[in-house]
């Protein structure tokens, strides 16, 4: 069976300091990752995946088969990054997962001044 | 474009009542995907329609059941309310099974005493 780890419910950084939201998984194969966001009172809405591996708003995140990680990294936070994130994991292939995304169970990123 | 809408944005029902939950995909997006986030919790897959028919589903019992509709809007039913049914409930909408399109409701939250 698939599964996401996210170990941290709350992540504190300070403005302009590195973050790291971590993100592991379970899945026998190769699975599409996907890094979702939710900023306050906004709707859930994709951020990046690991199949483009472009940077979008200033994060990255390396898809580490070996330790079967998916973290995102952001050199240097900004206030308007606080917001939930959550690491999705899809099987591959055009017919194998449809739109069924496994879910992690987010972690609340907080910049603070 | 209004995106993906939801009604009710808020429902209270009884243990052992039935609920309807509606959704109007994004213009242009042909497939639905429905997903219950309870408090703390990621989104977890329900099923996805596409061409009125119920192409996958998740780990939820047959107390949920979809519907999808010839203008691609979409019902979530559910039976026999539990307690542990209190979550929000989810539709996203796609062109296709493409999760990387995936466009998120803001979703209905359903309370069940």
């Known amino acids: 069976a698939q599964r996401v780890t996210q170990p941290e419910k709350l992540l504190s950084v300070f403005k302009g300091a590195p973050v790291e939201l971590k993100c592991n998984y379970s899945y026998s194969g190769s699975p599409e990752l996907f890094w979702y966001v939710q900023y306050s009172r906004q709707r859930l809405q994709l951020l990046l995946r690991?199949?483009s591996r472009e940077s979008i708003k200033g994060f990255t995140a390396d898809l580490n088969k070996g330790e079967t990680s998916f973290h995102l990294k952001k050199p240097f936070a900004q206030e308007e990054d606080s917001a939930m994130y959550y690491c999705?994991?899809?099987?591959?292939?055009?017919?194998?997962?449809?739109?069924?995304?496994?879910f992690g169970t987010g972690t609340q990123l907080k910049v603070e001044l | 474009d209004a995106g993906v809408t939801q009604s009710p944005t808020h429902l209270i029902k009884t243990r052992g009542q039935q609920v309807t939950l509606r959704c109007s995909p994004k213009?242009?997006?042909?497939?639905v995907s429905w997903y219950q986030q309870a408090l703390g919790q990621g989104p977890q897959f329900i099923f996805q329609?596409?061409?009125?028919?119920?192409?996958q589903r998740g780990n939820f019992p047959d107390r949920f059941s979809g519907h999808q509709f010839p203008n691609y809007s979409s019902e979530l039913n559910v039976n026999a309310l539990l307690l542990g049914d209190s979550a929000l409930y989810l539709c996203?909408?796609?062109?296709?099974?493409?999760?990387?399109?995936?466009?998120f409701g803001s979703g209905t939250q359903l309370s069940v005493l």
């Open positions: 690991h199949i």
């Open positions: 999705a994991l899809r099987r591959p292939g055009l017919t194998g997962g449809g739109n069924k995304l496994t």
């Open positions: 213009s242009g997006h042909d497939t």
């Open positions: 996203a909408s796609s062109p296709g099974s493409k999760p990387e399109k995936l466009f």
């Open positions: 329609y596409y061409e009125e028919e119920e192409r």
